[in-house]
Nanobody, 126 residues
Framework: QVQLVDAGGGLVQAGGSLRLSCAAS????????MGWFRQAPGKEREFAAA????????YYTDSVKGRFTISRDNVKNTVYLQMNSLKPEDTAVYYC???????????????????WGQGTQVTVSS
């Protein structure tokens, strides 16, 4: 099992930036697909971004494309989500997730992920 600790959330004005981090422990996540999901009040948890274990391209939900960038540092066992040009509708609790056997066609599906962080609150004011 992998333990994940999310950090980096906060309050920011619209147009601002935040960088989330997800530190993994318990085992190396270098062979895991890593994802970020978010949950706004009264809504279901939804996919935001993911990166396969091999690195390379990120996968993004349409609403964050061009503004968010996911990256990973397998030496530090950490995943990052750089969020730029933030909008009030990005306000949510953001959760890091790790999956050991995620099928790329289903990379946006939260049921594909085995372990989850505790979440970090991101609030964007208008």
């Amino acid at each position: 099992q992998v333990q994940l600790v999310d950090a980096g959330g906060g309050l920011v004005q619209a147009g601002g930036s935040l960088r989330l981090s997800c530190a993994a422990s318990g085992r190396s996540v270098s062979r895991y697909t890593m994802g970020w999901f978010r949950q706004a009040p009264g809504k279901e948890r939804e996919f935001a971004a993911a990166i396969a274990w091999s690195g390379g391209r990120g996968y993004y939900t349409d609403s964050v494309k061009g503004r968010f960038t996911i990256s990973r540092d397998n030496v530090k066992n950490t995943v990052y989500l750089q969020m730029n040009s933030l909008k009030p509708e990005d306000t949510a609790v953001y959760y890091c997730a790790a999956g050991s056997a995620v099928a790329i066609p289903r990379i946006t599906n939260k049921s594909q992920y085995d372990d989850w962080g505790q979440g970090t609150q991101v609030t964007v004011s208008s």
